[in-house]
T-cell receptor, first 113, second 113 residues
Framework: DTGVSQDPRHKITKRGQNVTFRCDPI?????LYWYRQTLGQGPEFLTY????????KSRLLSDRFSAERPKGSFSTLEIQRTEQGDSAMYLC???????????FGPGTRLTVT | QQQVKQSPQSLIVQKGGISIINCAYE??????FPWYQQFPGKGPALLIA?????SEKKEGRFTISFNKSAKQFSLHIMDSQPGDSATYFC????????????FGKGTHLIIQP
């Protein structure tokens, strides 16, 4: 199995710009999760998908954030009108139905200047 | 409300010693308790996990002890090595592992040679 991959690994953007991140889960993993991790903290859950259906969204996911998984494979996370407080590591994880384990990708480090 | 409390925040252990990290949870609906290891700039890597129907699980030098009545669990790293120096996160999840993980704030472990 290849692991979870994320692109880009680093993104620097100016406040007010839109950014989009991509996550490719482990093949045959139909659950896909997005988390945000700020410096010195544990990851915080944002949202997750079962195939193409978005099943849960955290209250952390403001209306500037949107996530999609149109064909039940890769997923995108878009942040509109970025703010400095959005600076964080955005992590993606995937899980196979029936298993407990979630496997994380390397993350996308976002810096908003 | 922090649902998973982790301690200590940082820990220094001599090479060959035992590293112990503790976590306590509040939500009795949690039914899966993983530990993740994270190196700087990398995504969390699943280390070991336990379900509440057992009190201990051992994999190599890593052991989880679980106390359901006290709602506490801990990670023990035996024969700690400098390569174990990393940040460790405990986590918990409900719903058979289907939901998003709730993480502790992490423990920064340094193993001194």
């Amino acid at each position: 199995d290849t692991g979870v991959s994320q692109d880009p690994r680093h993104k620097i953007t100016k406040r007010g710009q839109n950014v989009t991140f991509r996550c490719d889960p482990i093949s045959e993993h139909n659950r896909l999760y997005w988390y945000r991790q700020t410096l010195g903290q544990g990851p915080e859950f944002l949202t997750y998908f079962q195939n193409e259906a978005q099943l849960e969204k955290s209250r952390l996911l403001s209306d500037r954030f949107s996530a999609e998984r149109p064909k039940g494979s890769f997923s995108t996370l878009e942040i509109q009108r970025t703010e400095q407080g959005d600076s964080a590591m955005y992590l993606c994880a995937s899980r196979r139905t029936g298993a407990y384990e979630q496997y994380f990708g390397p993350g996308t480090r976002l810096t908003v200047t | 409300q922090q649902q998973v409390k982790q301690s200590p925040q940082s820990l220094i252990v001599q090479k060959g010693g035992i590293s112990i990290i503790n976590c306590a949870y509040e939500n009795t609906a949690f039914d899966y308790f993983p530990w993740y290891q994270q190196f700087p700039g990398k995504g969390p890597a699943l280390l070991i996990a336990i379900r509440p129907d057992v009190s201990e699980k051992k994999e190599g030098r890593f052991t989880i002890s679980f106390n359901k009545s006290a709602k506490q669990f801990s990670l023990h790293i035996m024969d700690s090595q400098p390569g174990d120096s990393a940040t460790y996160f405990c986590a918990a999840v409900r719903g058979g592992g289907a939901d998003g993980l709730t993480f502790g704030k992490g423990t920064h472990l340094i193993i001194q040679p």
